[in-house]
């Protein structure tokens, strides 16, 4: 399908949604908010369309560091895919190079990649967790997401700053309690002063 007709098509159904909930699609401020909304989506989904192997599998360089390496406080953005109501959290990535580091910004490049999808945290810390595994091939990761669910928020229960935390480990931070520790240590450090 052709992105003309996939614009049409999405705006045609939140058209339809914006009559069912009582509105009227076309007063002013509402004229333009379909299109608005499909060109909101698309970003918001585009992880759908980019390949987290590839992103990361573009920047492996070479290199005799064997010690932890963590990218800690990765803010994201994704939505719900029960209720497509926003998740917002910060995702914590870790990993022991075995030969090969990969460049420090495709972490968090590749984490947006997972949240710009419909998801669940559990699933997406997963799919972080496996996609370092695979491209990076290095001794261990490990991956902790801590996110506010909109769904929880703002119906259903109606719990406001309830925060989840998931996580995901492999290799050595699955197999060694030290390794373990000192990744957990390094993400509840204190915050310094931004240099």
Do not use: W
Not at 68 to 85: A, K, N, T
Not at 125 to 145: F, H, N, S, Y
């Amino acid at each position: 399908m052709s992105d003309e007709k996939k614009a049409k098509k999405f705006e045609e159904a939140v058209t339809t949604i914006l009559e069912l909930i009582g509105e009227d699609p076309g007063r002013e401020g509402l004229k333009k908010t379909p299109h608005r909304v499909y060109k909101a989506f698309m970003h918001m989904t585009e992880g759908y369309r980019m390949d987290p192997k590839k992103v990361l599998g573009e920047a492996l360089f070479e290199s005799s560091n064997d010690e932890m390496v963590l990218v800690r406080d990765i803010e994201f953005y994704s939505m719900c895919e029960h209720h497509l109501l926003p998740i917002i959290g910060r995702a914590h990535v870790a990993y022991i190079p075995d030969g090969k580091v990969v460049g420090l910004s495709k972490i968090p490049r590749m984490v947006n990649i997972y949240a710009r999808r419909l998801q669940i945290q559990e699933q997406m810390t997963e799919q972080i967790a496996d996609a370092i595994v695979e491209t990076i091939r290095p001794k261990g990761v490990a991956v902790v997401l801590e996110a506010r669910h909109m769904c929880m928020e703002m119906r259903g229960v109606e719990k406001i700053n309830s925060t989840t935390v998931s996580s995901a480990l492999r290799g050595l931070f699955k197999k060694d309690a030290k390794t373990r520790e000192e990744f957990m240590s390094m993400v509840n450090a204190p915050l310094r002063p931004r240099y």
